[in-house]
Structures are given as structure tokens and as C-alpha cells.
């Protein structure tokens, strides 16, 4: 605990585009309500200052994609008392995590005039594949008041109040057509977990499955519907395959569809 009597509140960055943690600078006002309860000792983004740990909540960001990520994250998860992973890289690796289902040294001969001074894993993996994760959020980027409401939750001892139902479910709260149903589009909402409140259906365009599966989705159904209206086979691969590609169902219904 911090000399002040404030729990310590760090943040932490692996492989990732920053984003998540933006959406926490984004808060605004909600960020200065959760400034006067916690002390953030460890955010690199926000500031210079670091305070020693242990922390008494850490926020980790991005992927585990090389060696010294790998040995890295088991220091930030002994240094925790709560660890909570943010965004789809630290949930699912990312969309970097489309390494995963092909050969990354032939990514690395492409993109690399050197090849030989990158050090990478084979795999792009979530947080919690290689550390006990207390509490994951999703979201590509996260949703900023579901953030503040983990971090509540969390500091006052209680389990957050984030909704596990799917995207659809917030289509039909606004109002929204569903464009599944009435124009066929590929849309990923059933099967996605909300946060985003319907952003991309209400600008009449298809989920793309920005937060990740939902809890226990149907993806088999929801391919079989696709299936039945002429979708090819490479299509439904590459419909799974986007922020969350290695989220485990997602994984597995692209897997199955894979020639």
C-alpha cells in the first residue's frame, strides 16, 4: 500500500498499438475520480514518475511475443496483488496473433531487411497463457466506462458489473435493424460479447468482433447459417479472423473451416 494509504495503481505495456491504454487517459473526468482513490505509481504513458511496487492493482496491455516479454510478465504478476489484462492482444494476442497460423519466419524475411536481428516467439499469446490473470477485459479498443467500473469493483472488493451477453443484445436496445437477418451480412454479433454498444450495426455495417467471443457462443450455428446462403469456405476463415483471431472459439471455428 502507498504511504498516502491509496492502493497503487499500475500500467503496464507489452506487444500492442497503445490503444487501451489511451482509452484510459480518455476517462477525462472519470480518470481524475479514479486518481483521487488510487496512487498511479507505474504508468509510462501518463507520466515519468514510477514508484516501486508491490502494486496493489496492475493494468496490462499488448501481447506476450518475444523472450523477454515471456520472462517479463512473471515479474509484473509477483510484483500484483490483482492483475488485470486489457484490450484483445492481452486477452487473446491480438491481431498480431495471425502469426500464430502460419510460418512468422517467413513474415520476418518479408518485412525485415536484417532478419537476423529480430528476436520474436513463433506465437503471439494472451497474458493469461503464461500468468494468472484476475480479471480480463475485452475490447479492441477497451470500452473506457467498463474500465473504470473493473477498477471500482475490484479496489472495493466486489465483482465487476460487466455484461457477458452479446452485441445483438445491444442492437435491439437501440433500435437497430439487424442487418443479419435483413440484408445478410456477415455480422459476428451474435457471437460477440458487448461493450461497444452496437457501434458498428448502428453505422449499418457488420460486427467485426471487436471484443471477442462471448460467453459460450454458437459460432457452428452462426457458420452454418452463412454456409447455407453460398459463403465460401476461405471467407468464413477470415470472418473469425480479425482482432481476436486466437480467442479460443474464434480459433476453432476458423480452424474448421480451413481447407
Known amino acids: 500500500m502507498a504511504k498516502s494509504g491509496k492502493p497503487k495503481l499500475a500500467v503496464w505495456k507489452f506487444s500492442s498499438c497503445d490503444g487501451c491504454q489511451l482509452s484510459l487517459l480518455d476517462c477525462e473526468d472519470e480518470l481524475l475520480a479514479v486518481a483521487e482513490k488510487v496512487d498511479i505509481a507505474n504508468f509510462p504513458e501518463a507520466s515519468r514518475a514510477v514508484v516501486k511496487g508491490p502494486y496493489d492493482v496492475s493494468l496490462v496491455e499488448g501481447s506476450i511475443t518475444t523472450p523477454h516479454d515471456a520472462e517479463r510478465i512473471h515479474r509484473v504478476r509477483r510484483s500484483s496483488k490483482l492483475l488485470i489484462t486489457i484490450g484483445a492482444c492481452a486477452t487473446a494476442g491480438g491481431i498480431q496473433a495471425l502469426r500464430n497460423f502460419k510460418n512468422v519466419n517467413e513474415f520476418i524475411s518479408i518485412v525485415y531487411a536484417n532478419p537476423q536481428y529480430i528476436e520474436t516467439l513463433n506465437k503471439s499469446t494472451a497474458i493469461a497463457d503464461h500468468v494468472h490473470v484476475d480479471f480480463e477485459l475485452r475490447g479492441c479498443p477497451i470500452n473506457k466506462y467498463q474500465l473504470v467500473e473493473v477498477i471500482s469493483a475490484l479496489l472495493n472488493g466486489r465483482k465487476p458489473n460487466i455484461p457477458p451477453y452479446s452485441v445483438c443484445v445491444e442492437c ?69 479472423r480479425g482482432f481476436n483471431a486466437y480467442a479460443d472459439a474464434f480459433r476453432k471455428e476458423s480452424e474448421a473451416h480451413e481447407q
Open 172 to 240: 435491439k436496445r437501440r433500435g437497430t435493424v439487424c442487418g443479419l437477418v435483413s440484408h445478410g451480412s456477415y455480422c459476428l454479433g451474435p457471437v460477440t460479447q458487448a461493450g461497444c454498444n452496437a457501434l458498428c450495426p448502428t453505422y449499418h455495417r457488420a460486427c467485426f468482433g471487436c471484443y471477442g467471443p462471448k460467453e459460450t457462443p454458437n459460432t457452428a450455428s452462426l457458420s452454418a447459417l452463412w454456409e447455407a446462403s453460398g459463403v465460401p469456405q476461405e471467407d468464413l476463415v477470415r470472418l473469425y
